[in-house]
C-alpha cells in the first residue's frame, strides 16, 4: 500500500489522501478537498485516480468531489449509508465490515465509527504495516468534536468498543493536523506527561508539527485514551467540582471533550 499524506496548508488545516496499488497504479482519493493538489500528487507518483472516499460528510471533506470527477473521470464516489443524501455525487453506500478494493494489492476495511458525525468511517489497512484513516474522528493526540451532527457519548463508544481494540502498531491518519494543540491540551490537564512534553517541544524545535504516531503513542499523549489516568482524573474532579471518589471512564470521555470544546 502507497499512501501519500497530502498537507493542504488552508486555514482547516486539512490532510488529504492518495492510496494507491503498488502494481497498477490505481488510487482512490480520501477526502479530496484541495482537489487540484490531490490531482497534481497523483500525476506526480504516476498514479491514476478511480474512485473518492469521504470519511464523513463535511463539507471541507467533499467539497472537492465534483471537481477532482471531473478532471479524473472518477466513476465511483462512496462514503457512509448514512451521508448518501448528504454527498452530492455519491453512487456507492459504505457499511460496516465492508471491503474498499485499490487495485490488486490494496483492501482496506470499513468502521462504522460515530461520533464526530453519526454517518462517520474510518478506514482500516491490517497488513504488514497497519494503518487507520481516521477523518475527524480520531486525530494525532485528540479526540473529533461533536457540533455538527455528533454526539460525544457515541464518540466515547467508538474509542472503546473499535480504537482501543486496534493493534498498537497501527498508524494514524487523520483529517486535520490539530497536533501541536492537541498536545498543549494534554498538557493542561496532565502536567506530568513527559511524552506529550517531550514531543511538543520536538516539534516546535522543527517548526513542523507533521507527523505520524501510532496507537502506541497515542496511549501515551491522547488524554483520550488516557481514562484512567489518576492526574487527569484529579484535575477533572477539581475542575468540575466531582465529590464522588472515583469517576468512570465515560464520565472522564465526556468530561475532557467538554473541556476541549472551550479550550
Known amino acids: 500500500?502507497?499512501?501519500e499524506q497530502i498537507w493542504t496548508g488552508n486555514d482547516w488545516r486539512n490532510f488529504n489522501y492518495l492510496i494507491a496499488c503498488s502494481e497498477t497504479g490505481e488510487a482512490i482519493a480520501i477526502d479530496p478537498l484541495e482537489y487540484n493538489m490531490c490531482y497534481q500528487a497523483a500525476k506526480d507518483n504516476g498514479w491514476d485516480i478511480t474512485a473518492i472516499l469521504n470519511t464523513h460528510e463535511h463539507g471541507d471533506h467533499t467539497g472537492g468531489n465534483l471537481a477532482l470527477k471531473e478532471l479524473c473521470d472518477v466513476k465511483t464516489i462512496m462514503a457512509h449509508e448514512g451521508a448518501k443524501n448528504k454527498i452530492p455525487?455519491?453512487?456507492r453506500s459504505l457499511l460496516a465490515g465492508d471491503t474498499v478494493k485499490v487495485g490488486k494489492t490494496v483492501e482496506l476495511e470499513v468502521l462504522d465509527?460515530?461520533?464526530?458525525t453519526?454517518?462517520?468511517i474510518c478506514l482500516l489497512s491490517r497488513g504488514d504495516e497497519p494503518a487507520i484513516f481516521s477523518g475527524d474522528t480520531l486525530f494525532n493526540a485528540g479526540a473529533g468534536n461533536?457540533?455538527?451532527g455528533?454526539?460525544?457519548e457515541q464518540l466515547y463508544e467508538t474509542f472503546i468498543e473499535q480504537f482501543s481494540k486496534l493493534d498498537l502498531e497501527t498508524l494514524v491518519y487523520p483529517g486535520h493536523d490539530y497536533l501541536e494543540n492537541n498536545l498543549k491540551f494534554t498538557l493542561s490537564i496532565e502536567p506530568g506527561n513527559i511524552q506529550a512534553k517531550d514531543l511538543l517541544d520536538d516539534i516546535n524545535k522543527r517548526k513542523s508539527?507533521?507527523?505520524?504516531?501510532?496507537l502506541k503513542t497515542e496511549y501515551d499523549?491522547?488524554?483520550f485514551f488516557r481514562l484512567e489516568n489518576n492526574q487527569i482524573i484529579e484535575e477533572l474532579k477539581n475542575r468540575f467540582n466531582f465529590t464522588s471518589k472515583s469517576m468512570t471512564k465515560k464520565e472522564v470521555f465526556l468530561k475532557l471533550r467538554e473541556l476541549r470544546n472551550n479550550w
Request: net charge neutral; charged share 0%; hydrophobic share 40%.
Open 1 to 3: 500500500m502507497l499512501v
Open 89 to 91: 455525487a455519491m453512487n
Open 146 to 148: 461533536c457540533h455538527n
Open 221 to 223: 499523549i491522547n488524554t
Open 150 to 152: 455528533g454526539h460525544p
Open 113 to 116: 465509527t460515530p461520533g464526530h
Open 118 to 120: 453519526m454517518a462517520h
Open 209 to 214: 508539527n507533521f507527523l505520524i504516531t501510532n
